[in-house]
């Protein structure tokens, strides 16, 4: 059975702290893994890996895939409350449809 | 701007009264989703689309319906409310089944008393 692994559940920071949240994945056939970032509301896209060791940057958001030891790790730098949300990532596998983890809620205090 | 948007936002429904869930996308995406959400159980899939006359059973299907008559919408049925369908529910839409990222409409949060 297709399955994805976010770690940790969750994580208090401080401002400025680094986070690197962790997700593993057993998808049959993947294909691609998406990282979306969910307040109170619905996900909003961060990035798409298809392609392992290549990383994606977006400001202080930065993510890579291993299709070798099948994760993927989000780092978030110089973190910000801003940044405090449920981080999800899913795994895209052959039969054409995503399977999310259940997500890595993060909180960064003041 | 293209948007997918769901509808209503809030419904309180009763154990046994058939419930539908309506999502609508300007994308012109051929792909649409139904998901649930709650409480350490993440996104889970209730059933899918890839284009018009086309529906799939996802994970959690059971007591679910789709239809697709059209590009822009796909409702979501409950054929007969239970406490269990008490939820979150998002819909979302794709370009691509894979390899493109789907976007999700606001939400609808379901109470079934």
């Not at chain 1, 961060?46 to 202080?60: A, D, P, Q, V, Y």
Request: aromatic share 10%; net charge neutral.
């Amino acid at each position: 059975e297709d399955k994805v692994v976010q770690s940790p559940l969750s994580l208090v920071v401080h401002e400025g702290d680094t986070v690197t949240l962790n997700c593993s994945y057993e998808v049959t056939n993947f294909r691609s893994l998406l990282w979306y970032k969910q307040e109170k509301k619905a996900p909003t896209f961060l990035f798409m890996l298809t392609s392992s060791g290549i990383e994606k940057k977006s400001g202080r958001l930065s993510s890579i895939l291993d299709k070798k030891e099948l994760f993927s790790i989000l780092n978030i730098t110089a973190t910000q409350t801003g940044d405090s949300a449920v981080y999800l990532c899913a795994g895209g596998s052959g039969t054409y449809k995503y399977i999310f983890g259940t997500g890595t809620r993060l909180k960064v205090l003041a | 701007d293209a948007e997918i948007t769901q509808s209503p936002r809030h419904k309180i429904t009763e154990t046994g009264r058939q419930v539908t869930l309506a999502c609508h996308q300007t994308w012109n995406h051929n792909n649409m989703f139904w998901y649930r959400q709650d409480l350490g159980h993440g996104l889970r899939l209730i059933h899918y689309s890839y284009g018009v006359q086309d529906t799939n059973k996802g994970e959690v299907s059971d007591g679910y319906s789709v239809s697709r008559s059209n590009t822009e919408d796909l409702p979501l049925t409950l054929e007969s409310a239970a406490s269990s369908q008490t939820s979150v529910y998002f819909c979302a839409s794709s370009s691509q089944p894979l390899e493109y990222e789907q976007y999700f409409g606001p939400g609808t949060r379901l109470t079934v008393t």
